[in-house]
C-alpha cells in the first residue's frame, strides 16, 4: 500500500514537472526573467499578510464545526488547519482535510464524524466560491454561458445543504432509511448514517451554523482578494471583479487530483482565463506566487507533524 502511494506521489510529480515545461516551452523566457524583476516585494508582503486572518477564521471555524463532539481551542484549530495543508500537497483533491479529523479523533469525536464535519465545511467552501464566481463573472457581463454551469452546480450543492439541515435525520427517518437501502455497503452505509447523525447534531444550534456560513463566506473573500493582490504583485491592472470571478474558477481547476497541490493545472488554467487581461509569462509567474498560499501553510503545518503523529498513535 505504502509502494503505491509513493508511485501516486510521484507520477504527481512528474505531471507538475511535465506541465510546467510545457507552459515555459511556449513563453519568452527573457520577457518571462523581465517580469520577475519587476515584482513589487513591498506588495508581495502586504498580500502574504492576509494569511493571517485566513489561518484564524479556519481554525475557528473547524473549533465551532466540532464543538458538539470535542473541545479544542483557536490555536489548536489553526494548527491541525496548518497540517492539513501539508498533507494536502501529497494527497489528492484536498484528501489530506482529513487529517484535522484523524489527528484529533477520540472515542466520540470518531472518524465518521470528523469526516462528515470536513464534507459540510468543503461544502461551504466550494459554495461560496461558486457564488463569488457567479457574481464575478455576472459583473464583467460576458462568460454567461460559463456561469450556467457554476450556477447549475452551485444550486446542487445548495439542494444538499437544505436536506441535510431541513430534512428530519434522526434513526428511522424517511431519509436514513433510503440510505440503509440505497447504500448496499456496511462500512460506506455506516457512515453515511453517521454523516446525517452529524448533521442533525450540529444544525440545531442555529446561531453556530449561521457564524459558520458567514466565516466561510469572508474566508474566501479574502482567499481572493489575496489572489487580486498578487496581480499588483506582477504588476498587471485587473479589474476586481474579473480576478473575482475568474479565480475560483482556476482554483476549482487546480482540484484535479493530478498534480502537486494543483500546481500546473491551476497555472494552466490562469493562462487560458486571464488571456485577455495579461499575457502569458506574467500569468505563470502569477501562478507561482499564487502558489504561496498552498506552499507557506504547507511548511507551517510541518511544525507540528510529529507532535500529532505522537499523539493520534
Keep these: 500500500m505504502k509502494n503505491k502511494k509513493w508511485l501516486s ?12 515545461a510545457i507552459l515555459f516551452s511556449r513563453i519568452d523566457l527573457a520577457m518571462f526573467m523581465d517580469s ?29 464545526m466540532i464543538s458538539d463532539y470535542k473541545a479544542i481551542s483557536v490555536s489548536e484549530g489553526i494548527k491541525t488547519y496548518l497540517l492539513s495543508q501539508s498533507l494536502n500537497t501529497i494527497t489528492p483533491s484536498r484528501i489530506g482535510d482529513l487529517g484535522k479529523a484523524y489527528f484529533l ?73 433510503c440510505v440503509s437501502f440505497l447504500i448496499p455497503f456496511k462500512r460506506l452505509r455506516s457512515l453515511a448514517l453517521e454523516m446525517l447523525s452529524y448533521f442533525d447534531t ?34 498587471q491592472d485587473i479589474g476586481f471583479f474579473i480576478a473575482l470571478g475568474l479565480i475560483p474558477i482556476g482554483i476549482l481547476a487546480g482540484m484535479i487530483p493530478v498534480t502537486i497541490a494543483g500546481m500546473g493545472t491551476r497555472d494552466a488554467a490562469f493562462i487560458f482565463l486571464f488571456s485577455s487581461y495579461a499575457p ?21 503545518g510541518l511544525l507540528w507533524v510529529n507532535r500529532y503523529m505522537v499523539k493520534s498513535q
Design 202 to 235: 450540529v444544525r440545531k444550534d442555529r446561531k453556530k451554523v449561521t457564524i459558520v456560513i458567514l466565516s466561510s463566506f469572508l474566508l474566501w473573500f479574502l482567499h481572493l482578494f489575496q489572489g487580486y493582490l498578487f496581480f499588483w504583485v506582477v504588476g
Design 9 to 20: 506521489f510521484a507520477v504527481s510529480v512528474v505531471l507538475t514537472l511535465a506541465i510546467f
Design 105 to 177: 479523533r477520540d472515542s466520540r469525536f470518531n472518524m465518521k464524524i470528523g469526516a462528515a464535519a470536513v464534507i459540510l465545511e468543503k461544502s461551504f467552501d466550494l459554495i461560496s466560491i461558486l457564488l463569488f464566481a457567479v457574481l464575478g463573472v455576472l459583473f464583467m457581463k460576458t462568460g454567461f454561458g460559463m456561469a450556467y454551469y457554476i450556477i447549475l452546480l452551485l444550486c446542487l450543492l445548495l439542494a444538499f445543504l437544505v436536506v441535510a439541515f431541513t430534512a428530519r435525520l434522526g434513526k428511522g427517518s424517511l431519509v436514513c432509511r
Design 280 to 300: 502569458a509569462q506574467v500569468m505563470i509567474l502569477f501562478g507561482l506566487i499564487f502558489s504561496l498560499r498552498y506552499v507557506i501553510p504547507a511548511l507551517l
Design 36 to 64: 520577475v524583476r519587476n515584482i513589487s516585494i513591498c506588495a508581495l508582503l502586504v498580500s502574504l499578510l492576509v494569511l493571517v486572518p485566513i489561518f484564524y477564521i479556519s481554525g475557528y471555524r473547524w473549533k465551532l
